[in-house]
């Protein structure tokens, strides 16, 4: 079954520590993935996604088939990273995806 | 452009009442969907659209109903309200011109069954 796994409800650092936000997925295929975020009462929206190869704010993200991960990454958190980060993998095509259940991420002064 | 509307924000229903959740997108995208979140999970898909006339189940669409009758709109029909359905509810929006695309999301609704 397809499924995206975060194993952590809460990922508490202070400011200028480094930040990694673990994400499993499991899918038969080459999955596309993406990390979207959701800061205080704002929208979901997109963070990045791995086809781009891209650093938005400071975060990267590899995929490693190996270990069928998509693992978020800050070298220097900032309080203004403090919010929900959601993995998703598109799953049946027409960009459906399904999510993990999401990483609360608080980043202390 | 307001992007991925949705209304109402926040409800209250009584367990067998019916409502309709409002989602309309100004941007002309051809894909839209409506998911809901649970406390403390991850959002599941209950339907989806490719386009006007084209709607189809995602992963938990009983006691749901959907129409796409224009390119903007995409409502969310529940009937016989239940408890089981108290959820926060997303509409989002694609372009449908591509793979990985990003999906728009609206700000939610917050719907409560007693």
């Known amino acids: 079954a397809q499924r995206v796994t975060q194993p952590e409800k809460l990922l508490s650092v202070f400011k200028g520590a480094p930040v990694e936000l673990k994400c499993n997925y499991s899918y038969s295929g080459s999955p596309e993935l993406f990390w979207y975020v959701q800061y205080s009462r704002q929208r979901l929206q997109l963070l990045l996604r791995?086809?781009s190869r891209e650093s938005i704010k400071g975060f990267t993200a590899d995929l490693n088939k190996g270990e069928t991960s998509f693992h978020l990454k800050k070298p220097f958190a900032q309080e203004e990273d403090s919010a929900m980060y959601y993995c998703?993998?598109?799953?049946?095509?027409?960009?459906?995806?399904?999510f993990g259940a999401g990483t609360r991420l608080a980043v202390h002064p | 452009n307001a992007g991925v509307t949705q209304t109402p924000k926040f409800r209250i229903l009584k367990i067998g009442q019916s409502m309709t959740l409002q989602c309309t997108q100004d941007?002309?995208?051809?894909?839209m969907y409506w998911y809901r979140q649970d406390p403390g999970m991850g959002l599941k898909l209950i339907y989806y659209s490719v386009g006007a006339g084209i709607t189809d189940k995602g992963e938990v669409p009983n006691g749901y109903n959907v129409s796409r009758s224009t390119t903007e709109d995409f409502p969310l029909r529940l009937e016989l309200a239940a408890p089981s359905q108290t959820s926060v509810y997303f509409c989002a929006s694609s372009t449908g011109g591509a793979t990985n695309e990003k999906l728009f999301f609206g700000s939610g609704t917050q719907l409560s069954v007693l």
């Open positions: 998703a993998l598109i799953s049946g095509g027409y960009n459906k995806l399904i």
């Open positions: 941007m002309n995208h051809n894909y």
């Open positions: 791995h086809i």
